[in-house]
């Protein structure tokens, strides 16, 4: 069911929806890279970044970030690929369930919104101090910006529905 609130300032308003679009095609993308990863061969992911990088390394052969994503894809195993395809699936799939019900405001989303994005944020930050993978990195700084313009969008909503509620009913002596 969706819920009427008064919206944030505008600036703030669009900074949130901004966000919350880029966290759908963020969600889309990991869908369909978890669909890839899952229905795909064993060696397509070390022949895919090969190919990638092939060129670039070979005009420079210092470049430590495609030289650790070849070392990365030649590493993976079957088992690395099935789980990296499944948090890719589950990640993406809660990004849009995510998304989708804070832009429509359905009724509870903003306290489990921030409840799967702080999950969210927790495993990440323990996966990245595990593994030193920069990619969490970044997914981890995007759901914290998320995290914050959910909190200020609320926040502004709520002070606005009161000023409204006030208005409406004016306390008198």
Known sequence: MRHRLPQ???????????????????????????LLLWFSPGDSVH??????????LALDQDDALLQRASDWAVHMTHAEQNFY??????????????????LFRVRG??????SVLVGFVIYQTQELLRTHDLV???LTA?????IWLILLERKQTRA???????????VTD
């Open 8 to 34: 944030a300032s505008p600036l703030v308003e669009w900074s949130y929806r901004l966000g919350l679009t880029f966290q759908t095609c963020l969600g889309l993308t990991q869908l369909s890279a978890g």
């Open 47 to 56: 022949r895919f970044v090969t190919w990638l990088v092939k060129n670039k």
């Open 142 to 146: 995007f759901d914290c910006v998320v």
């Open 136 to 138: 969490l990195l970044g």
């Open 85 to 102: 395809a499944i948090y890719l699936l589950g990640h993406g799939a809660l990004n849009i369930v995510v998304a989708m019900a804070l």
């Open 160 to 170: 606005r529905a009161r000023e409204t509620k006030l208005q409406q009913y004016p």
């Open 109 to 114: 989303s903003y306290v489990i919104s921030l």
